[in-house]
């Protein structure tokens, strides 16, 4: 069965940073893209960002260019969201996400999400 | 960078009734990369149709969707009470984007 679960989330100061993995199981997790899509309060869907198969090629919505980091380590079925300069208009629940195949591929398994509140 | 805007924002029908959904891209998109997701109330998406017109796996076939170029369309031919949810769509090409949504009610 596969399953991601996120962790990580939770209440940051604005400025702040967090980490966000994502542990995957139940699939050959070297051999699809992986992708981060954050949803805020009573708003629609927004990727955030996306891995290659490799690691090696990373994309970044506009929004969080800079800002936000996404990385992965195959040997531990896991990839990261990293964070930084958060602000207001980051807090969202976060979601994980299995691409079929590559980074041009929908996403068949969501986790459940993690909530990120960026507050003082 | 491709803008995808569904209508409408809320439908409201009752089970046994049709549903369309629209969703309009700002640039004509290759149909290989537009998906639809099915999301209720503190749940995650869930995969219902990719390539435009392909359900997912354990997707019933009361779930449909067609178009191309700049407009696409996704069909539940009779509503069924689990139906009533958020229904997005989106572009998994060289650019990665979600519509706003419509909200299927009761």
């Known amino acids: 069965e596969v399953q991601l679960l996120e962790s990580g989330g939770g209440l940051v100061q604005p400025g702040g940073s967090l980490r966000l993995p994502c542990a995957a199981s139940?699939?050959?997790?070297?051999?699809?893209?992986m992708s981060w899509v954050r949803q805020a309060p009573g708003k629609g869907l927004e990727w955030v960002s996306t891995?290659?198969?490799?690691?090696?090629?990373?994309y970044y919505a506009d929004s969080v260019k800079g800002r936000f980091t996404i990385s992965r380590d195959n040997s531990k079925n896991t990839f990261y969201l990293q964070m930084s300069s958060l602000g207001a208009d980051d807090t969202a629940v976060y979601y994980c996400?299995?691409?079929?195949?590559?980074?041009?591929?929908?996403?068949?398994?969501w986790g459940q999400g993690t909530l990120v509140t960026v507050s003082s | 960078e491709i803008v995808l805007t569904q209508s409408p924002g809320t439908l409201s029908l009752s089970p046994g009734e049709r549903a369309t959904l629209s969703c309009r891209a700002s640039?004509?998109?290759?149909?290989?990369?537009l998906a639809w997701y099915q999301q209720k109330p503190g749940q995650a998406p869930r995969l219902l149709i990719y390539?435009?017109?392909n359900r997912a796996t354990g997707i019933p076939d009361r779930f449909s969707g067609s178009g191309s170029g700049t407009d696409f369309t996704l069909t539940i031919s009779r509503l069924e009470p689990e139906d009533f949810a958020v229904y997005s769509c989106?572009?998994?090409?060289?650019?990665?984007?979600f519509g706003g949504g419509t909200t299927v009610e009761i």
């Open positions: 640039q004509s998109v290759s149909s290989s990369y």
């Open positions: 390539g435009a017109s």
């Open positions: 996400a299995k691409h079929t195949d590559g980074g041009n591929s929908p996403y068949d398994y």
């Open positions: 139940g699939f050959t997790f070297s051999s699809h893209a």
């Open positions: 891995i290659s198969i490799t690691g090696d090629n990373t």
């Open positions: 989106q572009h998994y090409g060289s650019s990665l984007t």
